[in-house]
């Protein structure tokens, strides 16, 4: 004898589907898709990816500089955090950039030189902005009043899951 599955549970699976499959893609398609970037540097001028600019040049004056480390297995990151002071603004310029894409991935400014935590992200930050792309070279205003001395790396940070993706310690 054939058992019969009952109307509310195929409404129950209609309903897991509806709502489990966009879930599903919203966390686990950015692990294979890439967002990428390729800004200018600020103002039209190019910069070389990987030689530092002499400072007082057309291109900017290099105020700080790091390099990306992922956060640990899982979260890779790779390349150069550099802040550069062109005109009247300061510019961070991530490039050559790569990192594991996330959801919702930003750029941070935090006073902890090594974070790997949220707590040690949130012992003092600035949210700089959400991150363009996850590969390629990217621009970032900063606000006018930070003040970078107070500020010692660079942070890729997930907001909805807390996760330090990858840390630029950032040096005069």
């Given amino acids: 004898m054939r058992r019969r599955i009952p109307k509310w549970a195929w409404g129950m699976v209609a309903v897991l ?15 294979f898709i890439n967002r990428v970037v390729d800004e200018s540097f600020p103002g039209g001028v190019p910069a070389a990816s990987a030689d530092p600019m002499p400072p007082g040049t057309a291109q ?7 390099t990306f480390a992922g956060a640990d297995d899982f979260h890779k990151g790779e390349g150069t955090a550099t802040v550069y002071r062109v005109g009247g603004e300061v510019v961070l310029r991530l490039d050559p950039f790569r990192v594991t894409n996330g959801p919702d991935l930003y750029v941070i400014l935090t006073r902890h ?7 040690d992200v949130m ?6 902005a959400r991150l ?6 990217q621009n970032y205003t900063l606000p006018a009043e930070t003040n970078l001395a107070d500020y010692r790396a660079v942070v890729i940070y997930c907001k909805p899951f807390h996760v330090v993706f990858a840390v630029a310690p950032l040096a005069p």
């Fill in 17 to 31: 589907v509806i709502v489990g499959v966009p879930i599903a893609w919203y966390l686990g398609s950015p692990l």
């Fill in 60 to 66: 900017g004056t290099v105020l700080a500089r790091g």
């Fill in 123 to 128: 012992t003092g930050y600035i949210e700089v």
């Fill in 132 to 137: 363009k792309g996850n590969v390629g070279s």
């Fill in 113 to 119: 030189a090594a974070p790997r935590t949220r707590a």
